[in-house]
Nanobody
Framework: QVQLVESGGGLVQAGGSLRLSCAAS????????MGWFRQAPGKEREFVAA????????RYADSVKGRVTISRDNAKNTVYLQMNSLKPEDTAVYFC??????????????????WGQGTQVTVSS
């Protein structure tokens, strides 16, 4: 079992930046590929970014590529999502997720076993 707790969300103006954090506990963090997803009101949850267990491989949704960076610190059991040049369409609840079983990272939410409670990001125009 892995417990995930996100933080760092908030209200920011368009063009601003936020860094989300997701702290993990319960199992060996480096055994899990990690992902960030988001869900806007009335929309389905969508992939944002993912990172491999070692941190050596990352993937991004086209909608955030070039503006968002995912990283992890396995010594601190934490994964981060640095978001720059934020747009109103980035407004959503952001969730981090962990994929167990030594699998690689994935863009599909169904491949993740554990989820945090989410943190709200609101970008004003």
């Amino acid at each position: 079992q892995v417990q995930l707790v996100e933080s760092g969300g908030g209200l920011v103006q368009a063009g601003g930046s936020l860094r989300l954090s997701c702290a993990a506990s319960g199992r060996t963090f480096s055994n899990y590929a990690m992902g960030w997803f988001r869900q806007a009101p009335g929309k389905e949850r969508e992939f944002v970014a993912a990172i491999s267990r070692s941190g050596g491989s990352t993937r991004y949704a086209d909608s955030v590529k070039g503006r968002v960076t995912i990283s992890r610190d396995n010594a601190k059991n934490t994964v981060y999502l640095q978001m720059n040049s934020l747009k109103p369409e980035d407004t959503a609840v952001y969730f981090c997720a962990a994929r167990g079983g030594y699998y690689s990272d994935s863009i599909y939410s169904d491949n993740y076993n554990y989820w945090g409670q989410g943190t709200q990001v609101t970008v004003s125009s």
